[in-house]
């Protein structure tokens, strides 16, 4: 049951969600293929490849390697991408490519999780030019999104910076959580995904969206509510009684710091000597 009320002589608290499948019902950087390709980023088979890990991804989920195998595609396919024109093409194709597919249910949550006075925070493994203004779109307090390189250039290199997946969410909101004065025990976090589990293990009140099968069978397992969001709507359409201004997304770079970078390149490099060997 969630708490509408927070006590603000306690610590403060916060409510954590992932973006793509919880929030959203695609994924966020897969959906803006098309206009990546008609901004001239991308040719038609790099086009029609993502469309098909799209389809992937939505049918379903995407355990660890199908994550690694879509990680290295898009890390592949950005390199060499000017980041400001990628900001240009999210900002103008953002109201309508993601406005129409943002879950009602998990808008109505992030409202009530702001009346009762908690943060909202965006955890994706999604890139941060996409995510941020997705975030700021949602009202978002704060974004923990994954970052590549920018060469001199202003271009991706196509080298990781940080990458926010797996054990390296948890790292971020457990930095953000000392940085913002967070009392984990007392936070929400949601995801529909498996890998999902560190993030979802680290606050008081954690709960499954649209599970997978394998986050299904963890969550049973240890009592955690299990949510269905299936109604995908416009914000605009949604009843005025419920909407509430955006509010500035934060991007969580400082509270991430350079601890979870490394943590993330370490794990990230870890993972390839396992598959290597």
Not at 20 to 45: E, H, M, P, W
Not at 155 to 161: I, K, Q, R
């Amino acid at each position: 049951m969630l708490n509408l009320v927070e006590n603000h002589s306690l610590p403060r608290t916060a409510a954590f969600f992932d973006l793509d499948k919880t929030v959203i019902a695609k994924s966020s950087t897969l959906t803006f293929s098309k206009s990546f390709y008609q901004g001239g980023l991308i040719n038609r088979r790099a086009a029609l490849r993502t469309a098909y890990i799209q389809f992937v991804f939505l049918a379903g989920g995407a355990d660890h390697d199908q994550m690694e195998r879509m990680r290295k595609h898009m890390s592949t396919m950005c390199r060499g991408w000017n980041v400001q024109q990628v900001k240009e093409i999210v900002a103008e194709a953002l109201h309508d490519l993601i406005d129409p597919i943002i879950y009602d249910e998990a808008a109505s949550l992030i409202e009530q999780h702001h009346k009762a006075g908690r943060d909202v925070v965006i955890v994706s493994t999604s890139g941060a030019e996409v995510v941020e203004p997705i975030g700021e779109l949602l009202g978002a307090d704060r974004v923990v999104a994954t970052r590549m390189v920018v060469g001199e250039d202003g271009c991706f290199t196509g080298e990781v910076a940080y990458y926010a997946y797996g054990p390296t969410k948890a790292e971020a909101i457990k930095e953000l959580a000392a940085s913002e004065g967070y009392d984990l025990p007392r936070c929400y976090a949601y995801s529909d995904s498996a890998t999902d589990l560190p993030m979802l293990e680290s606050v008081g009140h954690p709960h499954a969206v649209n599970p997978d099968r394998a986050l299904r069978r963890e969550a049973v397992a240890r009592s955690w509510p299990i949510l269905d969001f299936h109604r995908p709507v416009r914000l605009k359409q949604r009843l005025p009684t419920l909407s509430v201004p955006p509010r500035p997304a934060l991007v969580a770079a400082a509270a991430i710091g350079a601890a979870a970078a490394t943590a993330g390149l370490v794990w990230y490099a870890s993972r390839r000597r396992t598959s290597v060997a």
